[in-house]
Nanobody, 130 residues
Framework: QVQLVESGGGLVQPGGSLRLSCAASGFTLDYSAIGWFRQAPGKEREGVSCLSSSGLSTYYADSVKGRFTISRDNAKNTVYLQMNSLKPEDTALYYC???????????????????????WGQGARVTVSS
């Protein structure tokens, strides 16, 4: 059974940092396309950061570029999203998703017509507020 479990969410003040983790079981993240998505109240889900299967390509939404960093630890079968300089508009439920299908990277980065990943986590809530 495949499981992706996010952790590391919470309440943080503007300008603060959080690191989200996504631990996989029953599924190998190595050579997987991985995405971090978020959904804020009343808004559509959006791809925030994506990592290609090879690990050579990364995508960041313009709203997080320069502040968020995606990384993968194959030994721990875990992917991370380091979030710095957080803003109130970063408040959302954050999901990790993964698939061995490399097209997941393009889905994450917003290319229309590409299939979404098969495996999703349950979400980690991030609240940025003073």
């Amino acid at each position: 059974q495949v499981q992706l479990v996010e952790s590391g969410g919470g309440l943080v003040q503007p300008g603060g940092s959080l690191r989200l983790s996504c631990a996989a079981s029953g599924f190998t993240l190595d050579y997987s396309a991985i995405g971090w998505f978020r959904q804020a109240p009343g808004k559509e889900r959006e791809g925030v950061s994506c990592l290609s299967s090879s690990g050579l390509s990364t995508y960041y939404a313009d709203s997080v570029k320069g502040r968020f960093t995606i990384s993968r630890d194959n030994a721990k079968n875990t992917v991370y999203l380091q979030m710095n300089s957080l803003k109130p508009e970063d408040t959302a439920l954050y999901y990790c998703a993964a698939d061995h299908d490399p097209r997941t990277y393009f889905y994450c980065s917003g290319r229309e017509g590409t299939p979404g990943p098969n495996y999703w986590g349950q979400g980690a809530r991030v609240t940025v507020s003073s």
